[in-house]
Every structure is written in structure tokens, then in C-alpha cells.
Nanobody
């Protein structure tokens, strides 16, 4: 079982930057991929980005060129650098992990609020 804890959310003005971090513990040897999801009020949870063990990455079209996901396997952490933030990026951001290539993300953090507002 994998436990995930996020940190780094907060309030930022449009155009600003934030960096989210996620620390994994437990059965970290089993992790195949880690990612970030977000859920805005009244909307479904959506995938933002993910990174797999070989460092391949994938981004939602809405964040390409603005967000960067990175992973430190030695520290069992995954970060999300968010630049050029927009009000529509406002959401609760969740860290997630999965253990197989074709499986779903089954381990989730508690979420961290990101608010982009002037």
C-alpha cells in the first residue's frame, strides 16, 4: 500500500507560480507512475500530468507548456511546477500513484487547495 502526502498549495495571483510536492511512503517499490489530478468546484476530477519510472511524462492539453512534473525516485517524491497560472487552474490538486502500466491510479493523497485570484 502506498501513502501520499501533498504540500505546497495556496493563493497566487494570475500569472504567478506555485510548486506542489508529494511524498510517497509505504510500498514505494511497487510504484509504476505518479501523477497529479485536480478537481474544481462542480466539476469532475481531471488528470493534470503524470510521470512513469523511466521519466516519461504526459500532460493535459490545458497545462502543456505551463506545468512541469518531475520525480525524485531516491526521495520518493513527485513535484508539479505550475507557471503562468490562470484562474481556471483553481482547484484541489491530488497526488496519485499506480503500480501497473495499464492499471488505474489507486493511491491518493488528501489534496491541496490551489487558488488563482487577484
Amino acid at each position: 500500500q502506498v501513502q501520499l502526502v501533498e504540500s505546497g498549495g495556496g493563493l497566487v495571483q494570475p500569472g504567478g507560480s506555485l510548486r506542489l510536492s508529494c511524498a510517497a511512503s509505504g510500498s514505494i517499490f511497487s510504484i509504476y507512475a505518479m501523477g497529479w489530478y485536480r478537481q474544481a468546484p462542480g466539476k469532475e476530477r481531471e488528470q493534470v500530468a503524470y510521470i512513469i519510472t523511466n521519466s516519461s511524462t504526459n500532460y493535459a492539453d490545458s497545462v502543456k507548456g505551463r506545468f512541469t512534473i518531475s520525480r525524485d525516485n531516491a526521495k520518493s517524491t513527485v513535484d508539479l511546477q505550475m507557471n503562468s497560472l490562470k484562474p481556471e487552474d483553481t482547484a484541489v490538486y491530488f497526488c496519485a500513484a499506480k503500480t501497473t502500466r495499464f492499471g488505474t491510479f489507486r493511491s491518493w493523497g488528501q489534496g491541496t487547495q490551489v487558488t488563482v485570484s487577484s
